[in-house]
């Protein structure tokens, strides 16, 4: 019988992230500080203004390209938070949670062979996605002395003449890393020099805690080069709606909205009309979810300088990113024996890419009683790591 599977797709590595999910689903009493989501509930107005459109019987395809509310609604919010400004009817795409405004942006840009620059560590599709596009992935390992943040020089360094496409993925997932506006007007002139383009997944933009998220659409030059991956599963609790948009020039966003259209039709009508109410009126939630995990940073941080152990201060997204080189062992070491002896899991860096090896990630998605729990837990077995070292 011939082989039904493409080698391409058997060749993709599963994600690392959902083995320890896996193994904790399965444990009794375990506590997992592994999920990239929110521990909110989608605030009841939007929850209200989904059930409405339900009893309204809103329930048939949308255009394409999502509700018109909807893509007026995001041109709006876009503007007031980040001074942002597309047009509605040319420029904004609704989709299925941001991972298909990734898939899609690079299917639609990439030719067979061309080059995507992928700084790592950072979120596990990115890689994966540009294979199945036919695209070349070249990674750039980001390093912790720099605060996990691409430099000018390290972005130079990797371009190619067959460099397309620029993943620029701030605020971070895994490590929390954020980019200023100085580092984004570092490196807008290697990209304009090079006549790069840009997909900026801006997914954590609204959960950053020195001061607002400065997006490169923001810089001189980059708006008609770059594709914005948005969404409102991170800052407005919303993971299960699965809904997203990407914003960017006409002429990408009509090729990104063939593909939408052949392999998605629209995004889920009921899930539009609730992000419509979201957008509009969400502020004040967002405001205030982005307090919760602030404190909750500010506590992990204070713990581990507590317990000696090394991390940067993250400024983004509800992760930090502490090293456990110390210990000697690898990172998924780290989190099996972690998993196993106190029950509770994190995510080897690792899972990341190979600059990620070192470190685990801990979200702080969590509620602070939970957290302070893990960490109590985590404390008692980084000494007992260390006795076992003669520390």
């Known amino acids: ?21 896996d193994i904790v689903s399965e444990m009794d009493d375990a506590i997992s500080l592994g999920v990239g989501e929110p521990d909110f509930d989608t605030p009841w107005h939007v929850r209200d203004e989904g059930i409405y459109s339900l009893e309204k019987g809103r329930t048939f395809y949308t255009s394409n390209a999502g509700l018109k509310e909807l893509k007026d609604e995001i041109v709006h919010y876009l503007d007031r938070r980040f001074g942002i400004r597309y047009h509605a009817g040319r420029e904004v ?23 995507v620059l ?25 390093k912790a002395e720099n605060e996990f943040r691409l430099t000018a020089a390290e972005l130079r360094e990797a371009i190619t003449d067959k460099t397309k496409v620029l993943i620029l993925p701030f605020p971070n997932n895994p490590t929390g890393a954020i980019m200023e506006r100085k580092d984004l007007e570092a490196i807008a002139e290697v990209i304009l020099e ?66 939408h259209q052949y392999a998605i039709m629209c995004a889920p009508t009921t899930s539009q009309y609730a992000a419509v109410d979201a957008l509009k009126n969400g502020d004040e939630d967002v405001s205030q979810m982005r307090e919760a995990y602030n404190q909750r940073r500010r506590y992990l941080l204070h713990a581990f300088r507590q317990m000696g152990l090394e991390c940067f201060e993250p400024y983004g997204a509800f992760y930090v990113f502490p090293s456990i080189q110390e210990f000697g062992m690898t990172s998924e070491e780290f989190a099996e024996r972690f998993l196993a002896e106190e029950k509770v899991a994190v995510v080897p860096g690792a899972a990341f890419g190979e600059s990620g090896e070192g470190f685990v990630r801990i979200s702080y998605a969590y509620s602070l009683e939970n957290l302070k729990v893990a960490i109590g837990k985590l404390e008692q077995f980084v000494e007992k790591l260390r006795r076992e070292r003669g520390k």
């Open 194 to 259: 090079h006549d790069i383009f840009v997909i900026s997944d801006e997914i954590y933009g609204e959960l950053t805690y020195n001061g607002g998220h400065v997006s490169i659409v923001n810089i001189p030059g980059m708006q008609e080069r770059t594709v914005l991956i948005n969404g409102l599963s991170k800052s407005h609790a919303m993971t299960g709606w699965r809904l997203g948009y990407a914003c960017g020039p006409e002429q990408i966003i009509a090729q990104m909205l063939k593909i």
């Open 118 to 142: 992928i700084p790592q560590p950072s979120y596990v599709s990115y890689e994966p996605c540009t294979i199945l596009a036919d695209g070349v992935p070249v990674i750039i390992n980001l």
């Open 93 to 115: 795409l609704v989709t299925v949670g941001g991972s298909e405004a990734i898939d899609i942006a690079l299917r639609a840009m990439l030719n067979p062979g061309e080059e």
């Open 1 to 21: 019988m011939r082989n039904p599977l493409s080698e391409r797709t058997v060749g993709l590595k599963p994600s690392g992230i959902r083995k320890f999910f």
